[in-house]
């Protein structure tokens, strides 16, 4: 095999000093009982140029081809990946590398997440941001933990229902055993979080609203901010699509405590939903609350500049059951993909795309109304919105998968049961005109 | 670090099992932790405080002090409420290293009984204890 | 000898981000719009984020200058206990980003995402097989976040059963992410001490196994490198009191195709995709961390599950007593596909041939290193093995100081004061995909090391030498945190 260097003459020279006479006996310390008289039932090694075959097959099981247009979002957005991204990402010094524990040699991932963590405060308008979580929903689960931690008097949580639903559901996932509740807000007719709910809702730690929602409107956060004062509670925002922080007003202009977000926008695949980039960001007064890793600027022993991961005295390894968070090992290879990503776009591209985003969203809108849809709420969205659809569109768009690789929208019923023959339809700037005069002749 | 006979080790404090010292003046006790617990923790990074106004009870956890690599939790000697921290330790946390029963004390404490100080050791009694 | 690998050569600096921005530069190709623009209402809408603006070789030169600063898997030996940093062959990466996997939508539907069902219930089915138990959810992020899934499913067992349980028992060898994972389900840790030869003795547990007590975690083989051959008597004596036993197999390096977890009492246990089947770190994730549960524990599964229908494949939700969700999708998939192409690429009988060599090369270097550092647990090791600095106290040379120097001969340091239980450990685990050759230079490496901290010991101190910066100030990095620029 061709990543086992071992010779027939290492082993035996090998074998030799160690005093063990056969490579089987290497495992006597391991009793016999305990050793498997069971074979382990994996098909025989392929070659390289086998596995090229069958991975091709299974991937091509996948309807992702080449003229593949995507209308899907919901939390997975389709965006252009410039070539130098994959391209610089490859270099295996970031890629074979480990968590940065040796600093003297690690200096380019740290200063590379260093300046992630910048653009991302930057990006959110807050003091502090993590170096990263697994996705956007575990890192909400963190933030609602936090809230929940920090009030000893209250054990619920406020979610907005128009949080996307696995966030939600990993909410509960993270929070139930310790004896903490959600308590959901409600939505309106516009598809807007009802401020006006919270007004009875007591003994809450802190109140969680997605902004876009999802259903892709814009909230209205300063509603929310005031009730989190007036009830001496933590505000806590998310979003799905960081790219909307390009065009829209950053969480932290809202006054948000926390921030949890999914930067899978920033140049990193799809990818089947994983990985993603989880954001986790906050205010300076949370900064010892937050958890996972954060990278700090310092000096080395000649008076350079340089990086060191610090702070640990939260994590796991140092406080044990003590600690903020089990977390260990982050998304630190994707945060470094966005940081190259908002380094790309830079100021002047952001912006552009962003707006490019929404003017598609609003063009396809538009045409899907021409066409005989409905708008089901109309309130300011970004990338997204829903569409009450006319009849036999599930038809057409299975139809439309099967012979244009074009997916058209997620049915909202299976996580909203009230909304019958809705759909969330999401434009980004890989669309261009004629992908939406086509989808919308395609669907008439 | 430092040998157990070059301790600093006033007489005029009280010590507890947990390396803390107490010192009563004029109803108040003035809580730190002492020359040994700076000591084995090396450089302090950080002090986490209590708020004016909470309530312990004696051998609550009120608080805790970080070097890079460790962190110690720090117990009450004396039921009571807090009525002063010593906030200067917020950017300033090298003060417990540097002057742990003066400029670096950390937490001022109304006590709900002073009797409770004579639960704690001398000087005499806390370094038997430290020679174990 | 032969010459050791490090060397310093020419490195250049490279200022921050922003530091090289100006005014009007952008490295993207900015896609043509031809539909009209629509303004949101200005009450919505903020300043564009001051993000740097560059040309695309300024965003070229700037990660390629940071990436050599860095050391990876690829530059040179990483005996990194615990973290199994073996070679990340180069065709997974091809499997992963081809355009099926890469650019499928998560809500794509069953019906049109067959290929990766079928990838994700094989590599279940894989996993299985591998570690001899009845199912396994790849849906957990890392392997903090499989031990959590793993210890959620404990407590939901235990629910089930109508008595929850306050308690858990953890080593003092384990990793610290056992108990953190186990303080989230509301459990207090109980921690016990390992026998004198470095593993766990059955009469420990059964003295502080109770009816209250929700099982026990245990790391086999464990961080020192030993196998916990007590661990069936010991998932006796928690089984007899209801509880369960979670094993914890970020060191399944060692026994793949030897010991099955599944078979020895333990009832759940978490996979490091990202240690013992090759994906890469990435410089800290991401990661993903399977767990693999008998069959009393498979209603507790997170969902979504995978199942086979005849011959397709499709989600299943409706699982009444699952412990709900713990991704916004189904994990991390791009990392599944490397682990599965690995494990295709090697076959059944490559994998027992990466334990086999794995524990030969921790076990050549323990023997050949034994004299030169102390060694506290002189025992059989499996694919790791802890020394101590014992030995260099009289020249006042640390772990810390040798493992800096380790930098300046071209060798990633060993895992340093971990575990807790050796005093100063350093901690080595070569791997199977480290040539005698490489080995032997370490070895060579530590040796002359050792040899400086008698004649040199200021050379020690200062270490390293060779690379971009020397030590860094982690007191101030702490006192006064700037986490931005």
Redesign the interface.
């Known amino acids: 095999m061709r990543y086992l260097p071992h010779t027939k003459e290492d082993i035996e020279a090998m074998l030799k000093v160690t005093g063990v006479s056969s490579l089987d006996d290497l495992f006597d310390c391991i009793p016999d009982d305990l050793k498997t008289k069971n074979t382990v039932d994996i098909p025989e090694s392929l070659s390289e140029w086998e596995l090229n075959a069958h991975m091709e097959d299974l991937a091509s099981a996948n309807i992702a081809c080449k003229k593949y247009k995507c209308f899907l979002g919901a939390g997975s957005y389709d965006h252009h990946i410039p070539a130098i991204i994959p391209y610089l990402i490859s270099r295996s010094e970031f890629m074979t590398a480990y968590t940065p524990y040796q600093p003297e040699v690690s200096q380019g991932t740290l200063q590379g997440i260093y300046e992630f963590q910048t653009m991302v405060t930057e990006l959110l308008g807050m003091d502090v941001a993590t170096a990263s979580h697994y996705d956007c929903g575990t890192a909400l689960a963190e933030a609602a933990l936090i809230a929940l931690r920090k009030n000893k008097k209250a054990n619920k949580i406020a979610v907005s229902s128009l949080t996307h639903p696995s966030h939600r559901q990993i909410i509960h996932t993270y929070t139930s055993p310790a004896g903490y509740e959600i308590v959901e807000i409600p939505y309106t007719k516009e598809g807007l979080t009802d401020a006006g709910a919270l007004e009875g809702m007591d003994d809450i730690a802190g109140i969680a609203v997605q902004s876009p929602n999802f259903f892709g409107n814009i909230e209205d956060l300063n509603a929310f901010k005031a009730v989190a004062e007036a009830k001496k509670v933590l505000f806590i925002t998310s979003f799905t699509e960081s790219l909307a922080f390009g065009l829209l007003k950053n969480p932290g202009s809202f006054g948000a405590d926390l921030v949890a977000g999914e930067g899978q926008s920033l140049g990193i695949a799809k990818s089947f939903g994983g990985p993603g980039l989880g954001l986790l960001a906050g205010t300076k007064k949370q900064m010892r609350n937050l958890p996972g890793r954060l990278i700090g600027k310092t000096k080395d022993a000649n008076g350079d500049n340089g990086f060191v991961l610090t702070l640990a005295t939260r994590e796991q390894h140092i406080r044990r059951e003590k600690a903020s968070s089990n977390i260990c090992s982050n998304n630190g290879l994707n945060a470094m993909t966005a940081a190259m990503y908002l380094a790309t776009v830079g100021k002047i591209g952001i912006r552009e795309i962003a707006q490019q985003n929404h003017d598609n969203a609003v063009y396809l809108k538009t045409s899907l109304e021409k066409v005989g849809f409905k708008s089901a709420f109309n309130t300011p969205f970004f990338n997204e919105f829903v569409m009450k659809v006319p009849e036999g569109f599930e038809q057409k768009r299975n139809a439309l998968i099967n012979d244009n690789c074009t997916f058209a929208g997620i049915n909202l019923e299976p996580f909203y049961p009230e909304l019958k023959n809705h759909y969330l339809f999401c434009a980004t700037e890989t669309l261009s005109k004629d992908d939406i005069d086509q989808l919308a002749k395609e669907v008439q | 670090m430092k040998e157990i006979n070059d301790l600093n080790l006033p007489d005029d404090v009280k010590y507890t099992k947990d390396h803390e010292w107490a010192k009563l003046s004029e109803d108040i006790v003035t809580i730190g932790i002492n020359d040994y617990a700076q000591d084995q923790l090396g450089e302090i990074v950080f002090v986490e405080l209590p708020e004016v106004g909470d309530t312990f009870s004696e051998g609550d956890e009120f608080g805790s002090v970080e070097s890079v690599k460790a962190v110690s939790e720090m117990y009450i000697p004396i039921s009571g409420e807090i009525v002063e921290i010593n906030e200067s330790l917020e950017d300033a946390p090298e003060l417990v290293n540097e002057s742990c029963y003066d400029d670096g004390w950390i937490i001022k404490v109304k006590p709900d009984d002073v009797s409770e100080l004579d639960n704690l050791m001398n000087k005499a009694a806390y370094l038997d204890m430290l020679k174990g | 000898m032969s010459q050791q690998p490090g060397k310093s050569g020419l490195i250049f600096n490279?200022p921050?981000?922003?530091e090289k921005?100006r005014e009007?530069?952008?490295?993207?190709?900015?896609?043509k719009?031809?539909?009209?623009?629509?303004d949101?209402?200005p009450e919505?809408?903020?300043d564009?984020?001051?993000?740097?603006?560059?040309s695309?070789l300024d965003?070229?030169r700037?990660?390629?200058r940071?990436?050599?600063?860095?050391?990876?898997?690829?530059?040179g030996m990483?005996p990194?206990g615990s973290?199994t940093?073996?070679?990340?062959?180069k065709?997974n990466?091809?499997?992963?980003?081809?355009?099926?996997?890469?650019?499928?939508?998560?809500?794509?539907?069953d019906?049109?995402?067959?290929?990766?069902l079928?990838?994700m219930y094989n590599l279940e089915?894989?996993l299985a097989?591998?570690t001899?138990f009845h199912a396994v959810t790849l849906q957990p992020?890392?392997?903090?976040?499989g031990?959590?899934a793993g210890m959620?499913m404990i407590?939901a067992y235990h629910a089930k059963s109508g008595k929850q349980r306050s308690k858990i028992i953890i080593p003092d060898t384990a990793?610290?992410?056992n108990?953190?994972?186990?303080?989230?389900?509301?459990y207090?840790?109980i921690n016990v001490k390992s026998g004198e030869k470095g593993i766990l003795d059955p009469e420990t547990v059964a003295a502080v196994m109770d009816e209250d007590t929700a099982g026990i975690m245990v790391t086999n083989p464990n961080t020192l490198g030993?196998?916990e051959?007590n661990?069936?008597q010991i998932a006796d004596i928690v089984h007899a009191k209801g509880g369960l036993v979670y094993g914890d197999g970020a060191n399944m390096n060692a026994?793949?195709?030897?010991?099955?977890p599944g078979?020895?009492g333990i009832d759940v246990l978490h996979l490091n995709l990202?240690k013992t089947f090759?994906t890469?770190?990435?410089?800290?994730?991401?990661?993903s961390g399977p767990v693999a549960v008998v069959k009393a524990l498979e209603p507790f599964l997170?969902v979504p599950r995978v199942v086979k229908d005849l011959n397709s494949y499709k989600f299943v939700t409706d699982c009444p007593d699952t412990?709900?969700?713990?991704?916004?999708?189904?994990?991390?998939?791009?990392?599944m596909?490397k682990a599965y192409?690995y494990?295709?690429?090697?076959?059944?009988?490559?994998?027992?041939?990466?334990s086999?060599?794995a524990?030969?090369?921790a076990?050549?270097i323990?023997?050949?290193l034994k004299g030169t550092l102390n060694l506290p647990y002189d025992?059989?090791c499996?694919h790791e093995c802890v020394f101590n600095d014992e030995f260099q106290k009289k020249d006042h040379i640390t772990t810390m100081d040798m493992?800096?120097r380790l930098?300046d001969y071209g060798f990633?340091?060993p895992t340093v004061?971990?575990p807790l239980v050796v005093e100063g450990a350093f901690m080595v685990e070569p791997t199977?995909?480290?040539?005698?050759e490489d080995i032997d230079q370490f070895i060579n490496a530590v040796k002359a090391i050792v040899k400086e901290a008698g004649d040199d010991p200021e050379k020690l101190k200062?270490a390293?030498l060779l690379?971009?910066?020397?030590?860094?100030?982690?007191?101030?990095?702490?006192?006064k945190?700037?986490?931005?620029?």
């Not at chain 3, 564009?48 to 560059?54: I, N, S």
């Not at chain 3, 992020?141 to 976040?145: R, S, T, V």
């Not at chain 3, 945190?481 to 620029?485: A, E, Q, Y």
């Open positions: 490279e921050m981000l922003w921005s009007g530069r952008c490295a993207i190709s900015l896609p719009s031809d539909v009209d623009r629509v949101l209402d919505l809408t903020g564009a984020p001051e993000l740097p603006q560059l695309e965003v070229v700037h990660y390629t940071l990436s050599q600063w860095n050391f990876g898997v690829d530059s990483y990194l973290c940093m073996k070679y990340n062959p065709t990466e091809v499997q992963a980003s081809r355009q099926g996997f890469a650019s499928a939508h998560p809500f794509s539907g019906e049109f995402s067959q290929g990766a079928a990838l089915q894989y097989t591998i001899g992020a890392a392997g903090a976040h031990e959590l959620l407590h990793h610290g992410t108990p953190a994972s186990a303080t989230l389900c509301g207090e840790s030993l196998f051959s661990i069936r026994i793949m195709g030897v010991v099955k078979e020895i990202h090759s890469p770190h990435g410089g800290g994730g991401p990661g997170p412990i709900g969700r713990l991704h916004t999708f189904y994990g991390h998939f791009g990392v596909i192409a494990i295709l690429s090697m076959g059944a009988k490559g994998l027992k041939d990466v086999t060599l524990v030969l090369n076990n050549y323990k023997e050949s025992l059989p499996m493992a800096k930098l990633h340091p004061y971990f199977e995909t480290e040539s005698k200062k390293p690379t971009k910066v020397t030590r860094l100030d982690e007191v101030t990095a702490a006192r945190p700037c986490l931005r620029g």
